[in-house]
């Protein structure tokens, strides 16, 4: 069974960087074709795609956002790892991981989500 | 960068009614569309990906068409746990959303 579960701060402060961790199980980061991404919705809006990361250390980013953006794994501790520089208000969000199927785009298991608000 | 679109932006169904959402992209992206249903508070739900497949454990009511730039998501008869918001997504870009709610 595949289960992913976000953790961060749910309050970070304008201009700061954003970590955000995703803490997976049921399956490795080291199996071909398997990856992990990103997603975030703020309140009332819809899904929006940030980053996803390969078993072969293939990174992709959202091109709007791609100078803030920074998506790395940790094999052996089942994690990987989303840093957003320079936070704004407008990153007031939930953000989720999730696991896309093998060779396809689409997620078919995603975590819970974390809120995050940025604020002063 | 491929936009999608997605219309109607709020859809009103009675159930048992079928309910019938578009997905459009800016350029040709074959079968490569998925989609995915959200209720309020709960992260979303892949319905279908490759345009057509319906994931594990989704009911046979959800059918996905369409390839290129022009996508269909059919429920053939709205049951009461399907009223919520439906995206689209090919690869790094979502849909902004269809919301189903009740006539």
């Known amino acids: 069974q595949i289960t992913l579960k976000e953790s961060g701060p749910t309050l970070v402060k304008p201009t700061q960087t954003l970590t955000l961790t995703c803490t997976f199980s049921?399956?490795?980061?080291?199996?071909?074709?398997?990856?992990v991404g990103w997603i975030r919705q703020p309140p009332g809006k819809a899904l929006e795609w940030l980053a996803l990361?390969?078993?072969?250390?293939?990174?992709r980013y959202s091109p709007s956002l791609k100078s803030r953006l920074t998506i790395t794994k940790d094999t052996s501790k089942n994690q990987v790892v989303l840093t957003m520089t320079n936070m704004d208000p407008v990153d007031t969000a939930t953000y989720y991981c999730?696991?896309?199927?093998?060779?396809?785009?689409?997620?078919?298991?995603w975590g819970q989500g974390t809120m995050v608000t940025v604020s002063s | 960068e491929i936009v999608m679109t997605q219309s109607p932006a709020t859809l009103s169904v009675s159930p048992g009614e079928r309910a019938t959402l578009s997905c459009r992209a800016s350029q040709s992206v074959s079968s490569n569309l998925a989609w995915y249903q959200q209720k309020p508070g709960q992260a979303p739900r892949l319905l279908i990906y490759?345009?057509?497949t319906r994931a594990t454990g989704i009911p046979a009511r959800f059918s996905g068409s369409g390839s290129g730039t022009e996508f269909t998501l059919t429920i053939s008869s709205l049951q009461s746990e399907d009223f919520a918001v439906y995206y689209c997504q090919h690869r790094g870009t979502f849909g902004p959303g269809t919301k189903v709610d009740i006539k």
């Open positions: 999730a696991h896309p199927i093998v060779a396809t785009d689409a997620f078919d298991i």
């Open positions: 990361i390969y078993w072969d250390d293939d990174k």
């Open positions: 049921g399956f490795s980061l080291s199996t071909s074709g398997v990856g």
């Open positions: 490759g345009a057509s």
